[in-house]
T-cell receptor, first 115, second 111 residues
Framework: GAGVSQTPSNKVTEKGKYVELRCDPI?????LYWYRQSLGQGPEFLIY????????DSGLPNDRFFAVRPEGSVSTLKIQRTERGDSAVYLC?????????????FGPGTRLTVT | SQELEQSPQSLIVQEGKNLTINCTSS?????LYWYKQKYGEGLIFLMM?????EEKSHEKITAKLDEKKQQSSLHITASQPSHAGIYLC???????????FGQGTRLTINP
């Protein structure tokens, strides 16, 4: 079956612009996670959804970052007034449920470059 | 400091040799995951370990969890070029329902 998909695969934007990154989880997966990976580092947690609600957004670095999942499936990560330090690969993952008992399956990521 | 420490950070081995990658947590583990990542790609799920002493194998890759030591090891037997990549351990620490990752181990296999 289809895995987690993310669009776009690459995004180049100018400092100060607004960007949206999209994640399509595996069908039937109720939990959805966003992570950010900088070069040479492991992914860092940003936010996770259980259904439509953000169950934990403690990893969002500041109020320029926001994510939604209005129908409990597709999610969009939104970044306002982008800064060069936002450049990273943004990874989305989904799982059947939340917690350590469920495998998280990752998408290919969106590489964001802020110039 | 990292909540999950991986060692070594980089590893170069000759094709056919065995190797081990370690992952140590500073906090209680509620689930330990191993992923593989190739440059520019997403994470490929390898194995999940939940119980102390648990050991799982897939093809030539074996992972073990030592709950008391809060450590996991990933062992590859008779390495092949296809094993090259970055190996990441991720953990559900203290039941937080999100994964914390190590910094990764870059594995190179020389022919």
């Amino acid at each position: 079956g289809a895995g987690v998909s993310q669009t776009p695969s690459n995004k180049v934007t100018e400092k100060g612009k607004y960007v949206e990154l999209r994640c399509d989880p595996i069908s039937g997966h109720t939990a959805l996670y966003w992570y950010r990976q900088s070069l040479g580092q492991g992914p860092e947690f940003l936010i996770y959804f259980q259904g439509t609600g953000a169950a934990d957004d403690s990893g969002l670095p500041n109020d320029r970052f926001f994510a939604v999942r209005p129908e409990g499936s597709v999610s969009t990560l939104k970044i306002q007034r982008t800064e060069r330090g936002d450049s990273a690969v943004y990874l989305c993952a989904s799982s059947l449920g939340s917690g350590g008992s469920y495998e998280q399956y990752f998408g290919p990521g969106t590489r964001l470059t802020v110039t | 400091s990292q909540e999950l420490e991986q060692s070594p950070q980089s590893l170069i081995v000759q094709e056919g040799k065995n190797l081990t990658i370690n992952c140590t947590s500073s906090k209680t583990l509620y689930g330990l995951y191993w992923y593989k990542q190739k440059y520019g790609e997403g994470l490929i799920f390898l194995m999940m370990l939940q119980k102390g002493g648990e050991e799982k194998s897939h093809e030539k890759i074996t992972a073990k969890l030592d709950e008391k030591k809060q450590q996991s090891s990933l062992h590859i037997t008779a390495s092949q070029p296809s094993h090259a990549g970055i190996y990441l351990c991720g953990a559900d620490i203290q039941g937080a329902q999100k994964l914390v990752f190590g910094q990764g181990t870059r594995l190179t296999i020389n022919p």
